[in-house]
């Protein structure tokens, strides 16, 4: 049996996150999400062989991931050569190997750890299936237990004939592999996995197994990524460990998360649960609130609060920021009394634009999303669900109400 990772997305609707990374290598915590779904993978199955399908700009960064170094022997990256659905990428890895089953998984779904030991029930053929409260925004399975009978891809809400969807993980046996490679192009104008498996249901019978869980998650869109972080933070810590640095006046909970060479300064106070990576620094006089994540060597100054964000790799709000329900991406500097607005003044929930469309988030709290290697001067503040694009520069003194592009030389 073969692994087949997909890793060669784009991540549209994650942008700004997805300017200055794979979509792969977003991370839950400090860990890629390709590092967690081939290690949760692993614990499960054992595979002959490790299949990654990337995009060829992916590649060197692909190989200096740890989790795949570590794997090198054992991983073969596997290069889509143009993005043309799932279906093509799956094709990209026959094509590089010898026929086998192979297990297939999306490199943005999120899957609880305590729900993996499940995939130990998919047999080919098979896939994975789980409730959600909007199904018409993924492949909406019309089912018979164990069978499925029809796979509607992104119906209007009310055809959807379930609730329960395909989540991303595929078992296909060798012997089925002939229907992906006949997949036509869809309506979307791609080659979708969901028409090789809808063939394979019709001609030869596809089974599926019901996650039973609610927690799983599409790492779609920006706000999925803070609830993920979020479930990780309540359900997935064991050893809450402090091991930085902690100056003695520091107020820290117990549900919370130091890593070595971390440096708390004097009078920061940190409630849990919260998780803060090597190398960060936090304090003097600041406040980390619950759900928050700290990466590594971000920077947290003085008079500085942060409420269920993540600052990412060397992010730095430095003095008097408030940073709420956000996304602080890599190398950001937010200038003094930069703000994030996380609460519209209607208290209606919030929307965000995403690949041109406004999508409501159905959160009432939520930030800003800041793309790597932006800045920010003093007194800026951004409005609930704008995004700031990587590398663009927000003037001193504006209030920011509508996205800015990458690059972008903000002036108000």
């Not at 993996?116 to 047999?123: D, P, R």
């Not at 500085?304 to 890599?330: Q, T, W």
């Not at 690949?355 to 409501?360: A, I, M």
Request: charge should be neutral; aromatic fraction near 8%; charged fraction near 25%.
């Amino acid at each position: 049996m073969k692994l087949v990772l997909l890793a060669a997305g784009k991540g549209e609707r994650l942008k700004p996150i997805t300017e200055t990374r794979p979509k792969a290598l977003v991370k839950i915590l400090e860990e890629p999400m390709i590092c967690r779904n081939l290690r949760m993978a692993l614990s499960v199955k054992k595979f002959d062989e490790i299949l990654i399908v990337i995009q060829e700009s992916y590649k060197d960064e692909m190989a200096k991931v740890g989790c795949l170094r570590e794997l090198e022997d054992s991983v073969r990256f596997i290069i889509q050569r143009e993005p043309k659905g799932t279906a093509h990428a799956v094709l990209s890895a026959i094509r590089a190997s010898e026929p086998d089953d192979l297990f297939i998984i999306y490199s943005d779904v999120f899957i609880p750890a305590d729900r993996w030991q499940i995939l130990k029930e998919l047999t080919p053929s098979s896939i994975l299936a789980a409730p959600t409260e909007r199904p018409w925004e993924y492949g909406v399975l019309k089912v018979n237990p164990p069978n499925v009978l029809d796979i509607i891809e992104k119906p209007s809400p009310e055809k959807a004939p379930s609730n329960l969807v395909f989540i991303g993980v595929a078992l296909i046996a060798k012997e089925h592999i002939r229907y992906v490679e006949k997949v036509g192009l869809s309506s979307r104008g791609e080659f979708e996995l969901t028409d090789a498996l809808l063939d394979i249901a019709k001609n030869e019978g596809l089974r599926f197994v019901d996650l039973g869980s609610g927690d799983w998650r599409d790492i779609g869109r920006p706000w999925d990524l803070l609830l993920a972080n979020r479930y990780v933070l309540d359900n997935e810590i064991k050893n809450w460990k402090k091991e930085g640095e902690v100056h003695p006046t520091a107020i820290i909970d117990d549900n919370v998360y130091i890593a070595p060479g971390a440096k708390i300064g004097p009078y920061s106070v940190i409630e849990g649960p919260a998780y803060i990576a090597e190398g960060a620094l936090i304090g003097p006089h600041s406040h980390i609130r619950p759900y928050s994540v700290i990466l590594e060597k971000a920077k947290v100054g003085y008079a500085v609060e942060i409420k269920a964000s993540i600052l990412m790799e060397e992010a730095r709000a430095p003095h008097f920021n408030y940073v709420g329900d956000s996304i602080v991406c890599e190398d950001v500097n937010l200038g003094a009394g930069t703000i994030t607005a996380n609460l519209r003044f209607d208290k209606r929930t919030i929307k965000m634009t995403l690949k041109g469309k406004r999508v409501d988030s159905g959160l009432k709290k939520l930030g800003a999303v800041i793309g790597g290697h932006a800045q920010t001067g003093i007194n800026v503040s951004l409005m609930p669900g704008v995004k700031v694009g990587s590398y663009a520069r927000v003037w001193p003194g504006c209030v920011v109400y509508k996205d800015v592009p990458k690059g972008a030389d903000y002036r108000c």
